[in-house]
């Protein structure tokens, strides 16, 4: 059965419009669609984007076994699509996607793109996943001259202190019409609330889930 976003996708993209290289291939640049993570970069021929289209979930076609192969269909790690998009030159695609699981390489990690020298970390996303990453780092691993260490410590009644306290900055820079007044004093509201979540265990995802559920 064809859900209703799969339509609307198979609408949006001229299959026959892409440019596909010799191989009668295109690269697939699969990225999360809530904080921005690139995940992983397949390739597409035109029959894996038709069933892309029509399914709302990836499929790819594998250079090395010359076969297709749908996400996660062994591991269950599949990836619901929500747009895709074409570059200038209509020679490239952007995936972005609700990945199950959280992972989408084969490694287990969850992007491909984990790897600097000879070490690991996460992959770069959105600014605010990035704070929320290093809070819940001070949580995890707690350093007694850290700022957020001793505000997790403190508890509830430290945090919605400060965030009460923020919020009433805003609103002070906003009545001064100061911009960058404005923009320090939201940046101090969102790190507070960034907090807030890590001490509650509330994951900033939930968040822009609530978000993308209004948008809607």
Known sequence: MVSSSSTSLA??????????????LVPAIVQDYLDGTVLMLAWMNRESLQKTLETGETWFW?????????????SGH??????????????????????????ACHTGERSCFHQIGEGKVPPPADTLSQV??????RQAHPHPDSYTCKL???????????????????????KDDDPDAIAGEVADLFYHSLVALAHHGVDLQAVYRKLQDRRR
Not at 154 to 164: A, C, F, M, P, Y
Request: aromatic fraction near 6%; proline fraction near 1%.
């Open 132 to 137: 929320f990453a290093v809070i819940r780092d």
């Open 62 to 74: 594998s250079r090395s076994r010359q076969a297709f192969w749908h996400k996660g269909a062994t």
């Open 11 to 24: 609408s949006a993209v001229p299959v026959d419009r892409i440019r596909y290289n010799d191989q009668g």
């Open 152 to 174: 997790l410590a403190d508890g509830d009644n430290k945090i919605l202190k400060k965030i009460g306290e923020e919020a009433a900055e805003v609103v002070m820079a906003c």
């Open 78 to 103: 599949r990836q619901r699509v929500q747009s895709i998009r074409y570059d200038c030159d209509s020679d490239a695609l952007l995936v972005t996607v609700e990945q199950i699981g959280e992972v």
